[in-house]
């Protein structure tokens, strides 16, 4: 019969008892990564600090947001999303961008210049109205979509003198 002492089965217990440990910290450091990542349920937009869309889970879609002059285009548009506990936060993974839908290309259109990943500008084309969706996507679909945000694009007065109204 093999003997052991108290040396030897302390050694075995304090190694397998860091084997547990080291494996169970792993195991949880990626699961807190995983929940640490925000999920966005709503959104914000802020237009020279001024909050002018805003959608919260729990609230309808509140939409202040200016009216276009024809031909012209809004100053920088900061978009932030909003996580389950009605933070704010900006996307920071690299798969994901500011995705946009327009209902009628022929009123407004997007324009986003190098840098602004999470910001743009609405240029009005003509007098009308239409909606735009934003999106937050993930590679090639989205992991979350706004309401439709309404943007009224009015004739300048120039415009209007030149049409004779």
Same mark, same amino acid.
């Given at each position: ?8 089965? @302390?050694? #075995?217990? $304090? ?7 080291? /494996? !169970?910290?792993? +195991?949880?450091?990626?699961?807190? &990564? ?26 309808? @879609?509140? #939409?202040? $947001? ?7 285009? /809004? !100053?920088?548009? +900061?978009?932030?999303?909003?996580? &389950? ?81």
């Amino acid at each position: 019969m093999k003997k052991y002492n108290l040396y030897s089965v @302390l050694k #075995n217990v $304090f190694v397998l008892l860091l084997l547990v440990t080291v /494996t !169970a910290s792993c +195991s949880n450091s990626a699961s807190s &990564e995983e929940e640490t990542h925000p999920e966005a349920v709503g959104v914000v937009l802020y237009l020279n600090g001024d909050l002018i869309v805003e959608k919260y889970p729990s609230q309808d @879609l509140i #939409n202040n $947001f200016p009216t276009i002059d024809e031909g012209n285009e /809004t !100053a920088l548009i +900061s978009t932030l999303f909003i996580d &389950e506990d009605g933070n704010e936060f900006i996307p920071d993974e690299p798969e994901v961008s500011l995705g946009f839908e327009i209902s009628d290309s022929n009123i407004i259109e997007i324009e986003q210049h190098e840098g602004e990943l999470w910001e743009f500008h609405v240029k009005g084309l003509q007098a009308g109205t239409a909606t735009l969706t934003l999106q937050l996507m993930h590679d090639d679909h989205p992991d979350f979509e706004s309401p439709a945000i309404e943007i009224e694009v009015v004739q300048t007065t120039a415009a209007k003198l030149s049409a004779g109204n």
